[in-house]
């Protein structure tokens, strides 16, 4: 079991950046991944990064140069580095930690509260 919240998300004008961290409430060493999703009005929620405990990554094309994820063990935290901001990046951003393998039996996700990205014109 692990508890996640989310902080650094607000009001940006387009262009602008923010990062985004998450805070583990246990050591984030054994687990084997953690990422960010985001889910806008009306839209279903969709990955944006990934980042295995082997340091592997993972981005939405859409992301792709301009978002950075990273983690740290030791402080049991995961950041996203949001950069050249759109209003389309508009949304409430979750964090996940998972153990086992995604897809498979032992697979179990974990989730965030959410914290809102507002990114304006």
């Known amino acids: 079991q692990v508890q996640l919240v989310e902080s650094g998300g607000g009001l940006v004008q387009a262009g602008g950046s923010l990062r985004l961290s998450c805070a583990a409430s246990?050591?984030?060493?054994?687990?084997?991944?953690m990422g960010w999703y985001r889910q806008a009005p009306g839209k279903q929620r969709e990955l944006v990064a990934t980042?295995?405990?082997?340091?592997?990554?993972n981005y939405a094309d859409s992301v792709k140069g301009r978002f950075t994820i990273s983690r740290d063990n030791a402080k049991n935290m995961v950041y996203l580095q949001m950069n050249s901001l759109k209003p389309e990046d508009t949304a409430v951003y979750y964090c996940?930690?998972?153990?086992?393998?995604?897809?498979?039996?032992?697979?179990?996700?974990?989730w965030g509260q959410g914290t809102q990205v507002t990114v304006s014109s």
């Open positions: 996940q930690a998972w153990t086992g393998v995604p897809g498979g039996v032992t697979f179990r996700p974990y």
């Open positions: 246990r050591s984030i060493f054994s687990i084997d991944g």
């Open positions: 980042i295995t405990n082997g340091g592997s990554t």
